[in-house]
């Protein structure tokens, strides 16, 4: 019922399955003009494209970590296929679904994780002024993120779920909309030049200083941005290490 409210209320979504929903108006519609090999022909496509994206939706399953990833890529291949197969119809269909697919991209964006677990919002200044008096916790891991940017977009959950996970009276959880206030970017030592490559970026805080980072300074000379997960940034932060310290505190 939740994933029905989405895909009604979500313009991405409902775009997406009214893009989708209208091949098979067409499909009926060409079934009374297309020769009954090509219609053979077709119905044998559809079952390998069906079974092809079966398989990599059971393959995606076990490796993504969140849901926000697993649909991006999913529309991703359900896309490419659905234009190789209108392709077999006509070449103009496989070309009218391209452009409807690049007007979804252009006009709409995959919505972001909405839930915040334990983490807070915070702007620059709430940060700074966190930072600054130490009247909270000792430890404040903060992610930097852009919600125009996609890689933050299919990361949007992790964060969250890890604050559930971690938080503890000397560990904190923030998160800082940097597509909000852009001009606090260099202030973190973050780079927001071309597709916003730097996001998202963790910095972990112990009072006032910073202690580590991820990814780290120079990463954007790879190809790509580096896959999130919650256990690489448990691992990366030692938030393990973190909680035990906070138990023994006690």
Known sequence: ME??????????????FMAFFSYFV????????????????LFYREIQAVLALSLLAAIKI???ETWEELIDNMLFYAKLLLVAIASIMDYHLALWFLVVFLVIYILTQQPVFQKL????????LQLEALLTEGKTSRYWLVEFRAQCSSTCI?????????????SNKNVSFGIVDLGLFPNAAEKFGISLGGSMGQL???????????????PAFGFEEK????????KLLAHHFQLDRLRIESVHGD
């Open 62 to 64: 076990t490796r993504e």
């Open 117 to 124: 677990g334990i983490s807070n919002k915070l702007t620059p």
């Open 223 to 230: 190809f790509s941005h580096p896959h999130i997960t919650k």
């Open 3 to 16: 994933a029905m409210k989405q895909v009604v209320s979500e313009t991405y979504y409902l775009s997406h």
């Open 154 to 166: 299919r990361a949007s959950r992790i964060f969250p779920e890890l604050s559930i996970a971690y």
């Open 26 to 41: 067409v499909r009926s519609s060409a079934a009374a003009v297309l020769s009954p090999h090509i219609i053979h022909h």
């Open 200 to 214: 998202p970026t963790y910095i972990l805080f112990e009072n006032n200083a910073e202690i580590n980072r991820f």
